[in-house]
């Protein structure tokens, strides 16, 4: 559904791991061995991935200024049990929260959580506002201000259901 670039950075897993579920058809990659084998999950931790999933999708509704689509385990109760460490740059000294080679899904979202903190580019990563949408996409507008994926889809949709409230 949407047409825009991918998230800079680690914040591309994030919107990835969200847009696994497609709303509108229902369809859920993660429910197949090449959609789990993209993000590095295993049958075993599906349960896992799809509560972070949803958790992920109601922090980008916030981001968007909209109310979670529905019950989910607060994110940052979901972040706090990921396993990170301080990796330090011996050239400059900088540091970053990193994942554990080989970490779980858990521990990736977490550490690109960090990365978009830490560059100011977290609160940009958003959530369509189309009830039957959701996608998760980077908000790459001077303003900060994008409310859907795709103007040309679900920003057309909702402008038109407006527009035939008005006339009837």
Same mark, same amino acid.
Do not use: F
């Given at each position: =559904?949407?047409?825009?670039? *991918? *998230? +800079? /950075? ?27 084998? &993209?993000?590095?999950? *295993? ?6 991935? !799809? ?31 990921? +396993?990170? #460490? ?36 977290? =609160?940009?990563? @958003?959530? %369509?506002?189309?009830?039957? %949408?959701?996608?998760? #996409? #980077?908000?790459?507008? +001077?303003?900060? &201000? /994008? !409310?859907? %994926? ?5 920003? *057309?949709?909702? @402008? =038109?259901?407006? #527009? !035939?409230? @008005?006339? /009837?």
């Amino acid at each position: =559904m949407n047409e825009r670039s *991918a *998230a +800079p /950075g680690a914040l591309a897993l994030v919107e990835s791991l969200v847009n696994t579920l497609d709303i509108e058809t229902s369809h859920d990659s993660l429910a197949t061995a090449d959609g789990r084998a &993209r993000l590095g999950v *295993a049958a075993e931790e599906l349960a896992e991935a !799809r509560e972070l999933r949803e958790s992920l999708r109601a922090a980008l509704l916030a981001h968007a200024g909209h109310p979670p689509h529905r019950e989910v385990t607060p994110l940052g109760e979901l972040l706090s049990r990921a +396993p990170l #460490y301080v990796t330090v740059d011996e050239r400059d000294g900088s540091a970053a929260l990193a994942p554990a080679p080989d970490a779980p899904l858990l521990s990736r979202v977490a550490a690109a959580v960090a990365e978009g903190l830490a560059e100011g580019t977290w =609160m940009r990563l @958003k959530a %369509c506002e189309a009830d039957d %949408c959701h996608w998760a #996409y #980077y908000d790459r507008s +001077p303003a900060g &201000r /994008g !409310r859907w %994926c795709s103007m040309q889809v679900c920003g *057309a949709r909702a @402008k =038109m259901r407006r #527009y !035939r409230a @008005k006339e /009837g």
